[in-house]
């Protein structure tokens, strides 16, 4: 991976430097806030590959933080938090807030710098006009999805589905995160996500052998590929 752009938000001085430490030991260049208010900011003024945000903050809790930068940058910009909250309802709230990973504390700087690593390689989907997943290939610029060369038939929302889940890729994407990529603050009926979920199973899985849509017991869906390690 070449070098990387990281923005570290983070309040506790000791882990920070370490991690600083660690990751401009990778030849990475890491810029680092120890305020929410300040980390927005930087996050907004400037492009960064990643961003380190720890949830634990002095003036604004870090899922805030979260969502003012999904909502306010005009780029896609990778997070991954870093928590001691550990239960799957706290996971659940943040990838709901646009989170695109988690690691709870204590953890291994290593681990860290493999999966900063993963969420660059995807953001750079984002920055291309063509996503290729397997045999499924979409085209953001003319918001079209084929599957091994056939056009899929796909609705506005069928389409916003699959792109967000391509997005998310190879990660699953939760309920909640869905419905608000799809419709934003106004939420729809009670069955309308299931409806649409099945709608697009139909054009994107039910011609072919292996199905690349894949339900997620209790958490939401995500894109398989088949022979997938």
């Given amino acids: 991976m070449s070098k990387l752009s990281i923005l570290l938000i983070e309040d506790n001085h000791t882990i920070a430097q370490q991690?600083?430490?660690y990751l401009e030991g990778l030849t990475w260049v890491v810029d680092w806030a120890s305020t929410g208010k300040q980390g927005i900011e930087l996050a907004i003024?400037?492009?960064?590959?990643?961003?380190?945000?720890?949830?634990?903050?002095?003036?604004?809790?870090?899922?805030?933080?979260?969502?003012?930068?999904?909502?306010?940058?005009?780029?896609?910009?990778?997070?991954?938090?870093?928590?001691?909250?550990d239960s799957f309802a706290d996971k659940?709230?943040?990838?709901?807030?646009?989170?695109?990973?988690?690691?709870?504390?204590?953890?291994?700087?290593?681990?860290?710098?493999?999966r900063c690593e993963a969420l660059a390689r995807r953001s750079q989907l984002h920055q291309s006009k063509e996503i290729s997943i397997g045999d499924l290939i979409i085209d953001q610029g003319k918001y079209t999805a084929t599957r091994a060369g056939?056009?899929?038939?796909?609705t506005n929302v069928?389409?916003?589905?699959?792109?967000?889940?391509?997005?998310?890729?190879?990660?699953?994407?939760?309920?909640?995160?869905?419905?608000?990529?799809?419709?934003?603050?106004?939420?729809?009926?009670?069955?309308?996500?299931?409806s649409h979920i099945y709608s697009l199973r139909s054009a994107l899985d039910k011609p072919y052998d292996f199905a690349m849509l894949e339900t997620i017991t209790n958490v939401g869906y995500k894109l398989v590929v088949e022979n997938e390690s």
């Avoid at 659940?92 to 493999?114: C, H, M, N, S, W």
């Fill in 19 to 21: 991690l600083c430490e």
């Fill in 150 to 154: 056939v056009p899929l038939k796909l």
């Fill in 45 to 85: 003024e400037q492009n960064f590959d990643v961003i380190l945000l720890d949830l634990n903050l002095p003036d604004i809790d870090g899922l805030e933080v979260c969502s003012r930068i999904k909502q306010q940058s005009t780029v896609y910009l990778p997070i991954l938090m870093l928590t001691a909250r």
């Fill in 92 to 114: 659940e709230q943040g990838f709901g807030l646009g989170a695109d990973d988690y690691v709870t504390k204590p953890f291994e700087f290593r681990e860290i710098g493999l």
């Fill in 158 to 194: 069928g389409f916003k589905i699959i792109l967000s889940l391509a997005q998310a890729y190879p990660q699953a994407v939760s309920r909640s995160q869905m419905i608000h990529s799809v419709w934003g603050d106004e939420q729809p009926d009670s069955d309308a996500l299931r």
